[in-house]
């Protein structure tokens, strides 16, 4: 009886380990995405991104980091609420589409989302600056939100600098957020207690120009 029981736990164990296994393999192969001969980048993230997600922002392809074949960086408005599919889109989640060894196949690596703050994100410019003390640039994204309040009316401006994965086990970007807090512009905005205030990092320009501050060449 006991070498019965055994016997079935063994098996239960077995069948456990091989769902899981399934499971794994269907997680990796869901990471990855075949690009369509001659499909345009655009073409591309629209067909594999977000099911039903509009573009955030046009799409970038780059050779920044010299990879085999360029990288295509796209952004998409969602809903952050994924059980009430009416709202309208609130965030921007953004994917980068890395290159592998099979030409034409590419993996499905997660950027980072933007949060709403007060308004959805409004991405004004996705750009490369050197951000931290490795070899290669960094990925900078410029956003604003729209502020529509009793006191406050403007556009408050965040920076997001990522460093990008080095390694092909690495699933994700990596956010610099003390670099990025330095050179987020803040409030370009109209207060009715105070007078205006100016952003300092709406451009590009302006932000490469702090990072230099901060010694990044």
Same mark, same amino acid.
Request: with cysteine; proline share 5%; glycine share 8%.
């Given at each position: 009886?006991?070498?019965?029981?055994?016997?079935?736990?063994?098996?239960?164990?077995?069948?456990?380990? &091989?769902?899981?296994?399934?499971?794994?393999?269907?997680?990796?192969?869901?990471?990855?995405?075949?690009?369509?001969?001659?499909?345009?980048?655009?073409?591309?993230?629209?067909?594999?991104?977000?099911?039903?997600?509009?573009?955030?922002?046009?799409?970038?392809?780059?050779? #920044?980091?010299?990879?085999?074949?360029?990288? *295509?960086?796209?952004?998409?408005?969602? /809903?952050? /609420?994924?059980?009430?599919?009416?709202? #309208?889109?609130?965030?921007?989640?953004?994917?980068?589409?890395?290159?592998?060894?099979?030409?034409?196949?590419?993996?499905?690596?997660?950027?980072?989302?933007?949060?709403? #703050?007060?308004?959805?994100?409004?991405?004004?410019?996705?750009?490369?600056? /050197?951000?931290?003390? /490795?070899? &290669?640039?960094?990925? *900078?994204?410029?956003? +604003?939100?729209?502020?529509?309040?009793?006191? *406050?009316?403007?556009?408050?401006?965040?920076?997001?600098?990522?460093?990008?994965?080095?390694?092909?086990?690495?699933?994700?970007?990596?956010?610099?957020?003390?670099?990025?807090?330095?050179?987020? &512009?803040?409030?370009?905005?109209?207060?009715?207690?105070?007078?205006?205030?100016?952003? +300092?990092?709406?451009?590009?320009?302006? *932000?490469?120009?702090?990072?230099? #501050?901060? +010694?990044?060449?």
């Amino acid at each position: 009886m006991k070498s019965m029981m055994r016997t079935a736990s063994v098996a239960a164990l077995a069948r456990l380990v &091989g769902c899981l296994l399934m499971l794994a393999t269907l997680t990796v192969r869901a990471q990855v995405v075949d690009r369509r001969p001659g499909e345009m980048a655009d073409e591309f993230a629209r067909r594999v991104g977000p099911l039903g997600a509009k573009l955030a922002h046009p799409v970038l392809e780059t050779d #920044e980091w010299h990879l085999r074949t360029k990288v *295509v960086i796209a952004f998409y408005a969602v /809903n952050s /609420n994924d059980k009430d599919s009416s709202q #309208e889109p609130d965030v921007a989640d953004g994917i980068a589409f890395m290159p592998t060894a099979q030409v034409g196949r590419y993996r499905q690596v997660a950027i980072g989302r933007i949060d709403q #703050e007060g308004a959805p994100p409004d991405i004004k410019s996705i750009f490369f600056a /050197n951000a931290d003390h /490795n070899p &290669g640039r960094e990925l *900078v994204v410029i956003v +604003g939100w729209e502020q529509r309040h009793r006191d *406050v009316y403007g556009t408050l401006y965040g920076t997001y600098i990522y460093a990008r994965p080095m390694t092909p086990s690495q699933d994700s970007f990596v956010f610099l957020e003390d670099t990025s807090r330095k050179v987020s &512009g803040g409030c370009d905005c109209d207060r009715t207690d105070e007078e205006h205030v100016i952003s +300092g990092f709406k451009t590009a320009a302006e *932000v490469r120009a702090g990072l230099r #501050e901060l +010694g990044f060449r």
